[in-house]
């Protein structure tokens, strides 16, 4: 059975826990007795939600590797910028060598599939506009940004990702499509939508 695919209220309360994690270390450096500067993923996630493009080129500089999961929340850096709203960064971080498919541990998806099944229209055109790959499938069932977004019932990100030319018929490992998805989720809007764009079911569960 497909499994139900992670709230957004996941990942932003993930950045959050990381982002107590940097503050906790910050307040920590003004004590009196010296200590270490935070380690460069931390510097990365306050750079991050401080919006400041220049600290992270200076990170990428200095030999972060950009594309390493951030511990112990197991997210790619695109995913945390993705959480953060702080959508201009995409920018820079893809200039800087940031992988845009990189995929989040446990559900094994890209910020683009995030961006869909929160319905998240500025993110998924930000993305796309970078080069983020529309066929580009999840770790678990290689499912489909535009599959999760009927999956959520996400109209808008649904038509939006169509626009973008997202693949109505592509098939994901378990054998279902995007008219499968849209009646697996349930929602009556989704299901309308596959029926308008004459969608057929692949799968026969």
Request: hydrophobic share 45%.
């Amino acid at each position: 059975m497909f499994g139900a695919p992670m709230k957004p209220l996941s990942l932003s309360l993930a950045l959050a826990v990381s982002l107590a994690l940097v503050s906790c270390t910050a307040e920590a450096s003004n004590e009196p007795d010296p200590v270490d500067d935070p380690p460069p993923e931390e510097q990365l996630v306050e750079a991050i939600r401080n919006n400041d493009a220049t600290r992270i080129e200076a990170l990428v500089d200095a030999g972060l590797d950009v594309n390493e999961r951030l511990e112990p929340l197991g997210l790619s850096p695109i995913a945390v910028i993705a959480a953060s709203g702080n959508y201009e960064l995409i920018d820079v971080v893809v200039a800087a060598g940031f992988d845009l498919e990189a995929q989040s541990r446990g559900s094994g998806r890209t910020a683009l599939h995030v961006a869909a099944e929160s319905g998240d229209l500025e993110l998924i055109s930000a993305l796309v506009e970078n080069g983020a790959d529309l066929e580009r499938g999840d770790e678990t069932r290689q499912t489909t940004a535009v599959q999760y977004a009927f999956y959520t019932g996400r109209i808008d990100a649904a038509r939006l990702l169509i626009s973008l030319g997202a693949d109505l018929h592509y098939v994901d490992t378990a054998g279902r499509n995007t008219a499968d998805m849209a009646i697996k989720g349930g929602y009556s809007e989704a299901i309308a939508l596959a029926e308008e764009l004459g969608l057929t079911p692949n799968s026969t569960e």
